[in-house]
């Protein structure tokens, strides 16, 4: 045992320390939205045309700012003091600080409707320009005219506005869940503040480390990636905590001396803790391998934030733990000498042991009847639709921009104010106007152009000659850029077709014409989704079979735990599409959410399976696997369902946030994290070794019957 002097100085040296880096790291909590956007080019493909096309477009035009579409109607059509109020309104929005400049009034031909283009200033705070906007449209507004503000600024706005709960509401509603759930599993009024308080000490860390890391443009932040990183941090901190703190009292009952329970407890810990956050770390690094930039984003942030749980969880809680000793457990402390829960077994009472008793009696059929519920759960995933959501349906709840996009398309042709680029050669301008003209879906063709007042000129064959004396459309490179007006919604299937028709048909006139814009990003980001998705899934599987295999010194076990939680995660996004279809009534899902979905599920869901497997593999040693197994769960039931439903409760907070992303990730995850807890863990895996023996440890000495017993 070392000195006296070390036994103290140590844990208040960790303690004092990370009390520095909360100090330091907890003002960042309401600075992340200094370094985060959710402009539409943090979620852009990094290689795609679109994106080729978005780097393109500042080369033809001054503007960097999204365009905003300022729309009024009137059910009856537009009165004279209408016509009078849209009038005064033009001069008006020209005179904000945030527009750079508008387009003149535009009526409907059916007389109910007026639109305004306005382009915002590049370096404008996108939610406040629009703002701005909306400010001006309803001051003076005639009685009974509706106004809407949309187009690609106002979903921007609108997407803002739906994360701005992230900092505040997010986090309280999942510590809450948490501080409840602890309180009612360890009925201690002390524990659950040094857990919570170990899982946001952990957070402060990652938060602090992130928000530099974004500010020096290393990693990108967005509000996707920021909810999802508390949420993880939250819930993988507390789950790392409740592990340790097992081991720990399980240790008080074996030592007398606090500063022996915490050498003990550590010795138990720190392998499956760490094999659990490299397993989650190696998973989200796989991420780097996307294409897409908020997938590739949220890798190496979300990894940091596991890094610091994992410390937190080995540093900070044990130091706590000593300094408060038996006492942190009070009114329940563990007596030293008391009775061990790993001793348990098939004995004894409570619902771990009665398992025991069920798997010592029924082995085969509990894993064989357990598989069969899982795969009939998978059947779900006939009906899931995860091949993206119109760009209108991203904000769950009332959305301005989403009503006036609709409104937009009764008037005027559906893509107005979000049409698609074309980049192209400036010798065949012409040819490819009339190509794109030909497509079907295309209203209209022009051409940037800085000679232009209005910043466009009609081009191709039948445009009108000299409709700007001395006009020309604006060239780069040898380039033209030319706008394509679409017939339907920007973010409709029936836009998506037509660009895809684009292509071709603009790539005849010139192979080297690349076709960009909203729709066109919305498409290349659907299908880079779908090839991550294939891409990606394998690799994290071989990646994490590696590591179990290597924990586990057997190749069998880690095969059967990665069968196990594959298994597991189809049954879990075959229960989701069935609800988010059947129940929710959501329009699909993007094709990032199954790869979200299977990284945090398979990542966690081995989490268990390790904490399970390293704990029957130590029994193992000591019994014999049948006997370890029994005992392993006795042992490891209780943290585990806990840890389960901390986890399970921390990603259903994010269904607070009104993003549809983020909703199908918070059940889909929540529901997948109780299902390994409940199901998988608790009776397939048990079952299974337990009915293959020693056998599961092939081709370790395990294997061969080599144990202490």
């Given amino acids: ?146 106004t809407f503000v949309t187009g690609p600024a106002g979903f921007t706005a609108d997407l803002t506005a739906a994360f701005a709960g992230i900092d505040g509401l997010l986090l309280g509603v999942a510590l809450a869940a948490v501080f409840v759930i602890l309180l009612l599993v360890y009925r201690s009024p002390l524990l659950p503040f040094l857990v919570l308080g170990t899982a946001i000490f952990s957070l402060s860390a990652s938060i602090l480390a992130v928000w530099w890391l974004a500010y020096a443009d290393v990693v990108t932040i967005n509000g996707q990636v920021q909810g999802i990183l508390f949420i993880l941090v939250i819930g993988a901190a507390t789950d790392y905590a409740l592990l340790y703190t097992s081991r720990f009292r399980e240790a008080l009952r074996d030592h007398e001396k606090p500063w022996d329970a915490t050498r003990a407890a550590l010795r138990g810990s720190v392998e499956p803790i760490v094999a659990s956050g490299g397993t989650v770390i190696a998973g989200l690094l796989c991420l780097l391998l996307s294409d897409l930039n908020s997938n590739k984003a949220l890798g190496p942030v979300a ?116 049409p698609a680029v074309i980049v192209g050669s400036a010798d065949d301008v012409d040819a490819l106007a009339d190509a794109a003209a030909g497509v079907d879906g295309i209203d209209s063709v022009v051409a940037a152009s800085a000679d232009s007042p209005s910043g466009t000129l009609p081009v191709g064959t039948g445009a009108p000659a000299g409709i700007v004396p001395g006009a020309a459309p604006t060239e780069s490179g040898g380039r033209v850029l030319l706008q394509a007006t679409l017939t339907s919604a920007a973010d409709s299937e029936e836009a998506e077709r037509t660009v895809r028709e684009l292509r071709t048909a603009v790539r005849e006139v010139d192979p080297g014409a690349l076709v960009g814009g909203v729709t066109a990003t919305a498409l290349d980001t659907n299908e880079t989704s779908i090839h991550d998705r294939t891409l990606i899934i394998p690799i994290v599987l071989a990646v994490i079979l590696v590591i179990l295999m290597l924990l586990l010194r057997s190749v069998i076990a880690p095969v059967l735990l990665i069968l196990s939680v594959t298994v597991s995660f189809a049954a879990a996004l075959g229960v989701s599409a069935l609800v988010f279809d059947g129940v929710f009534g959501f329009p699909g899902a993007d094709p990032s959410v199954p790869l979200f979905a299977f990284v945090f599920l398979v990542a966690l869901g081995v989490d268990y399976n390790i904490f399970l497997m390293t704990r029957v593999r130590e029994e193992s040693i000591a019994r014999g696997t049948r006997a370890g197994v029994l005992h392993g769960l006795s042992a490891t039931g209780g943290v585990i369902t806990s840890a389960g439903i901390v986890l399970a409760a921390t990603f259903a907070a994010l269904g607070v946030i009104p993003i549809l992303f983020l909703a199908q990730i918070a059940f889909i995850v929540a529901f997948g994290v109780l299902l390994d807890t409940l199901v998988v863990r608790s009776l397939l895996v048990p079952a299974l070794a337990y009915d293959l023996d020693r056998r599961i440890w092939w081709p370790s000495a395990l294997s061969r019957g080599a144990h202490r017993g």
């Fill in 1 to 146: 045992m070392p000195p006296r002097a070390i036994r103290i100085l140590l844990p208040v040296v960790l303690i004092l320390v990370w009390l520095g880096v909360g100090a330091v790291g907890g003002p960042y909590f309401g600075r992340i939205s200094e370094v985060s956007t959710n402009d539409q080019t943090s979620f852009l493909p990094a290689s795609s045309e679109a994106t080729q096309v978005q780097g393109l477009v500042g080369d033809f035009s001054e503007s960097e700012g999204a365009p905003g579409i300022l729309l009024v109607t009137r059910d009856g059509g537009l009165t004279d003091e209408d016509r009078a109020y849209v009038e005064d309104l033009v001069p008006r929005l020209a005179e904000l600080e945030s527009v750079e400049g508008t387009s003149p009034a535009i009526p409907s031909e059916d007389g109910k409707a007026v639109e305004i283009i306005a382009q915002l200033d590049g370096s404008a705070e996108v939610d406040e320009a629009v703002g701005d906007l909306r400010e001006a449209l309803a001051d003076g507004a005639p009685e009974g005219l509706d």
């Fill in 303 to 418: 990894a940091i934030g596991i890094a610091f749980s994992v410390l937190g969880a080995l540093t900070l809680l044990p130091a706590l733990l000593y300094v408060f000793r038996r006492g942190a457990f009070w009114p329940l402390r563990p007596a030293f000498g008391s009775t061990h829960p790993a001793s348990a077994g098939t004995n004894g009472r409570g619902i771990w042991p009665a398992v025991s008793r069920l798997i010592t009696r029924h082995s085969r059929p509990v894993w064989v009847l357990s598989t069969i519920l899982l795969l009939l759960m998978s059947a779900g995933l006939l009906g899931l639709r995860a091949n993206g959501v119109p760009q209108s349906d991203l904000v769950l709840g009332t959305s301005e921009a989403r009503d006036g996009q609709n409104e937009l398309g009764e008037h005027f042709p559906g893509g107005t104010g979000s």
